[in-house]
């Protein structure tokens, strides 16, 4: 009888733990989703041609929503409410993006994401913005490719920003014109996501291709353009950019949960010109540490002349190194028993 109702009790806890769990995770997403389209229907058509405007945070974030929705499927298998959806990743780091005001105009010229101006107006001048272009524009038309979306290549076209207008394409065809390696690896991605036979590590391998080589495309079109930032800031997208491809061969598992827990890490605000490449008073001790592994990790890329990444990558060819290092990353970064200043001590013979 003890035992039974223990098993009860402990049962009847796991659900509730469940239910907490599952209620909680639309307070997980990201900034004005609820506001955001999450069908076609949502946006302005004209003779059966959908029209979204990218360079406002909703539209952007309305393409988001609607992969997310509309893959749903294919990751219920993983874990139920969508929360494996391994899509994820790119609508919290968008949502990320906004937060912390790296998508406003960094000129000052216009009020362009400004909180007394257009504070959902997304800046072509802004690095974020234009890299995240490529990482949202490109996987959406490679869903619709694919035939995920239900609806055919020429029934949407995109908006172009006020100045700038040759680094973007703006439908399907140009953009495949444009980018036809990268458009393939995100349409592949969605291709391999609706084969029930999949594993998840495969489909993270998928997913991760397409991403490295959307970051890619963006490095080539915008290297030059991220000097509106202020220096710590512009070395930190750079860094963040070169790291990608680190996150990338260990796979990272680009969930809900995952990625809103690691989020906890990044820069809270723009970085000014007067802050350190790491410990900077205001943040958090996993905010610095992170800032401090970011900068070890591209001296090293830096130092061994990129070698260090093929070496990586041959590494993470391997499952188990590829647990071993996901779990030391996620110890790094969110173990608060460790500080900054012991982390330094650790590794200032290497960095
Ligand atoms: C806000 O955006 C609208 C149209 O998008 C534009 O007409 C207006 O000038 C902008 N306002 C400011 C303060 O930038
Ligand atoms: C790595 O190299 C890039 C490009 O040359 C440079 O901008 C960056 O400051 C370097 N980072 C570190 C940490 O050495
Ligand atoms: C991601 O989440 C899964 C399941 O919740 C967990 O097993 C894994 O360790 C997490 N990965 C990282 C890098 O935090």
Known sequence: MFLLSSLLC????????????????????????????????????????YTINP????????????????????????????EANILW?????????????????????????????????????????????YLSVLPFFGAIEA???GISSDQVQLLPPPKDQMYFCYSVTTCRSTFPETM?????????????????????????DAHVASIEEGRTSFDDRSLYFPKPETD??????????????????????????????????????DDPPYFIEDFTDSQ?????????LNK???????????????LMKSELLRKMANTVLEQIILDDNISPQELDIIFSGYI
């Open 89 to 133: 990743g790119l609508p919290l780091q968008h949502g990320w993006q906004y937060e912390t005001g790296r998508l406003a105009d960094p000129t000052d010229e216009t009020k362009c994401g400004r909180e007394n101006g257009n504070h959902t107006c997304i800046s072509v001048d802004s690095w974020w913005a234009c890299m995240n272009y």
């Open 236 to 273: 930190f997208g750079k860094s963040w950019a070169t790291a990608m491809n680190y996150i990338a061969a260990i796979r990272f598992e680009t969930t809900l949960q995952n990625v809103t827990k690691f989020q906890k890490a990044l820069p809270p605000r723009l970085l000014k010109p």
């Open 288 to 296: 610095n540490r992170f800032l401090f592994l970011l900068h070890g």
């Open 184 to 208: 393939t690896k995100w349409s592949t991605f969605f291709q391999q996501a609706m084969e029930p036979s999949k594993s998840w590590d495969d489909l993270l391998k998928y997913l991760w």
């Open 10 to 49: 402990a049962l009847a806890g796991h659900v509730s733990a469940f239910l907490v769990e599952t209620s909680s995770l639309t307070d997980l997403y990201p900034p004005l989703w609820k506001e955001c389209p999450g069908q076609f229907s949502d946006y302005r058509v004209e003779n059966g041609v």
């Open 300 to 314: 090293m890329h830096n130092d061994s002349g990129h070698k260090f990444l093929s070496l990586f990558r041959n």
């Open 147 to 149: 035939g995920v979306l």
């Open 55 to 82: 360079w406002l945070y909703p539209e952007r974030m309305g393409m988001y929503k609607i992969l997310v929705t509309f893959t749903a499927e294919y990751f219920e298998r993983f874990a139920p409410n969508n």
